[in-house]
């Protein structure tokens, strides 16, 4: 049960409303449309509002497209004990370029694998844009302090990042309920536009999807075209933190379940079974659309009667095809062909007294579908690619009386949760058409044991446990963005630390380089220290109170050439080296080199199986940088290295591997930043300490630091450090206020 601590009001965003009019002799009638998210929704808010007294008058808010409304009609009509409306209108041409064009003419096939069918056209984006804009327009409007606002799907992806620019501290979810693809598909979009869907996206709190895969696939494109740090299921943005997770979407399980109770559906049953004749059914029932793999389903039961064909006449195919857009001309010459291989097999194959596949272009009411569902002998659910496909689910829920045998797609996000099916590839014809034999020759007691376990596993995560479950780990996402808010440096944390350096008579202030004081270069060579950086280390170097230590992984020269003339220490190799002042430069310890023998062949070998790769060698370390290379390639080829390393390594104990900002290092594990930062503050009396940095090597210096110092990192990644900045300019600005 969610929390009544989570939200007061939810306010829905999605292309369509929950229903459409309908005509009558007194004028028009609100239909509920179907659909799985409206049945849900509808189901759940009286669920939630009998559930807390708080919500008891509250309505949820629906906002969708509203512009086929008649001109005698207001938004009233639609209004019910359940939902408010609001309804958005976008110019017909802008909707014809947005949700014709765009949606799905390039999402719904790209996101689907078909990137053939896939159209790219500059106007589209332009008008997906402007439709979202509407929508944030009208939301803005009505959200209050306290809403839950949760936005459907692609066509609306861009909305979370609008509405969070108008109200930075809504609480926002998003769902996406196709398929996110791999981002080798992902990335065929144009850069621009890819950039724009992520960072929209990334607007939620909490970002679903139905299967751990999409998840991933999301969460590798968001490192790939915005190079933000993840780590697990947790995505850091410089504003904050944002979840991705997989929620797999339910059904109102009980609801199918018990239906064929209903005098309707059993009056539907008995009619059907009349025409049956004892064969044995296998159902299916589709959308027109290409992602459903309609003729391949059929070339599946062809193979079928021609492996075996001791079946014919003991069994029919009832193949149901739902109409969509069949008004354009891709989907009518997919119909065409459905219809003629339809009658190619009927010809072949039927006789007098039987034909092999009933084929009907239709919509089902419900008590005819859940009595085919209830009837039918096999159901065979073969998409090419489904976000979820809750036919698959609908149909295991509604077998009571005559157990049959699910066969489903392993394309479908249902396989994740449904694998007692009959797994198959769709386009494997002869995989198919045996799925299709040992469905219909399996034992009633082997059927059992598949139905039960998949239908204890649908009706335990039914609709509402999947909402209440989005609703948990929404609030838990922004409970966790509280506390990281917590650790960002905000104006009564900097005067804090302004008046505490300024009360101080001695300070050390340790200052890292790449990602701290200097973004990030395509390559090391090319991150130069800037002259207003170096504006801000002379005021504060000047102070006769201060002490600035730049601590750095880079070479001891490179140091030294960025400050030349600047009074500052320098910690170079993580602390292998230190110079104080005008000294020379002294290691902290001595190793031997040897070790090197056995590192460098093969990261060297490592640079030559993978492009844009070099190594770095200094004093104490050796690091392999993959900064220029694929990233996901380079991902693969770390882990190879990490692994390879670690054997050799395994028998020198004072060797370690680190990992930092596209890096891997090998070094000596006797010294790091800490041990460095504690000799140059051993025996010293500072009254203020203060430690920046961004990498994982950071930390080590972090951790050794008095309680008392001030520690940042920059970024917003869990850390030892006391506090976070959200990015370089931050710190900056920080810096730029210490000094009297």
Not at 85 to 103: E, H, K, M, Q, S
Not at 430 to 456: D, G, S, T, V, Y
């Amino acid at each position: 049960m969610v929390k009544k601590t989570h939200f007061e009001r939810l306010v829905i965003a999605a292309y369509r409303l929950p229903f459409k009019l309908s005509k009558t002799k007194k004028g028009y009638k609100a239909v509920q449309n179907s659909g799985g998210l409206v049945s849900a929704i509808l189901a759940l808010s009286e669920n939630f509002r009998t559930s807390n007294k708080n919500l008891k008058n509250s309505k949820i808010v629906w906002a969708g497209i509203a512009n086929d409304l008649p001109d005698d009609v207001t938004p009233d009509s639609f209004e019910n004990d359940n939902f408010d409306i609001l309804p958005v209108t976008i110019p017909a041409r802008v909707n014809d370029l947005y949700y014709g064009g765009f949606c799905n003419d390039l999402i719904w096939p790209l996101f689907h694998y078909f990137p053939s069918y896939a159209v790219f056209n500059n106007d589209y984006f332009k008008a997906y844009e402007e439709a979202n804009l509407k929508f944030c327009e009208e939301l803005v409007k009505t959200i209050k302090p306290g809403d839950f606002i949760w936005i459907h799907d692609y066509q609306l992806m861009l909305l979370p990042e609008m509405i969070r620019k108008k109200l930075p501290d809504a609480t926002i979810g998003f769902f996406l309920h196709i398929p996110f693809p791999s981002f080798e598909i992902f990335r065929l979009l144009p850069r621009h536009w890819r950039e724009s869907l992520i960072k929209g996206m990334l607007g939620a709190d909490l970002i679903g999807f139905h299967t751990h895969d999409y998840t991933q696939n999301f969460i590798k494109s968001v490192k790939r075209t915005t190079g933000f740090e993840c780590h697990q299921n947790i995505i850091y943005t410089p504003d904050k933190i944002v979840k991705a997770d997989a929620f797999p979407i339910g059904i109102d399980y009980d609801k199918f379940h018990d239906a064929y109770l209903k005098k309707s559906v059993i009056d539907e049953t008995l009619k059907l079974k009349s025409h049956l004749s004892n064969q044995k059914l296998i159902f299916s029932v589709d959308r027109l659309d290409y992602s459903k793999g309609l003729l391949l389903k059929l070339q599946g039961y062809e193979t079928f009667l021609e492996t075996y064909p001791q079946w014919r006449s003991k069994v029919v195919f009832n193949m149901v095809v739902v109409p969509s857009r069949d008004n354009i001309g891709k989907y009518k010459e997919m119909k065409k062909e459905i219809e003629s291989t339809v009658g190619r097999i009927n010809g072949q194959y039927s006789s007098i007294a039987w034909r092999p596949i009933i084929y009907q272009y239709k919509s089902l009411d419900f008590n005819e579908l859940i009595a085919l569902y209830n009837i039918s002998d096999v159901g065979l659910i073969t998409p090419l690619r489904d976000g979820m496909n809750l036919v698959a689910k609908e149909y295991i829920a509604c077998q009571v009386e005559n157990e049959g045998v699910l066969i489903l797609s392993e394309m479908a996000g249902a396989a994740a949760e449904l694998n007692e099916a009959l797994i198959i590839n769709p386009v494997d014809n002869i995989e198919m058409a045996e799925a299709i034999f040992n469905a219909l020759e399996m034992k009633p007691k082997e059927k059992h044991r598949r139905l039960e376990r998949m239908q204890n596993r649908i009706s335990n995560y039914n609709v509402f446990t999947w909402a209440f479950d989005f609703f948990n780990q929404a609030y838990d996402t922004k409970e966790q963005q509280k506390v990281q808010n917590i650790k960002l440096i905000n104006k009564t944390i900097s005067s804090q630390m302004v008046l505490a350096y300024r009360k101080a008579d001695r300070r050390i202030l340790f200052l890292d380089y790449d990602g701290t004081l200097v973004p990030f270069a395509k390559y090391p060579e090319l991150a130069i220290v800037g002259k207003d950086t170096l504006k801000i280390i002379r005021k504060l170097s000047d102070d006769p109170k201060n002490q600035v230590v730049i601590i750095s992984g880079r070479d001891k020269q490179f140091l030294e050439r960025q400050f030349v003339g600047v009074n500052v220490s320098l910690v170079a190799e993580h602390g292998y080296y230190i110079k104080n002042g005008i000294e020379n430069w002294k290691a902290t310890i001595n190793t031997d080199e040897q070790w090197k023998e056995a590192v460098l062949p093969i990261m060297n070998e490592y640079v030559s199986r993978c492009y844009g790769t070099s190594i770095e060698e200094k004093t104490g370390s050796i690091v392999w940088h993959y900064r220029n290379a694929d990233l996901e390639f380079a991902q693969l080829r770390l882990h190879e290295l990490r692994d390879d390393l670690a054997e050799i390594i395994h028998y020198k104990t004072d060797l370690e591997i680190i990992e930092g900002h596209k890096i891997l290092e090998v070094k000596s594990g006797k010294y790091d930043k800490g041990q460095a930062a504690n000799a140059l503050i051993m025996n010293q009396n500072f009254g203020f300490i203060f430690a920046v940095g961004d990498d994982k090597t950071d930390e080590f210096l972090f951790n050794s630091l008095p309680h008392s110092a001030y520690t940042i990192r920059v970024g917003l990644s869990p850390s030892f450090a006391k506090y976070n900045v959200k990015d370089i300019p931050v710190l900056f600005k920080l810096l730029e206020e210490l000094p009297n």
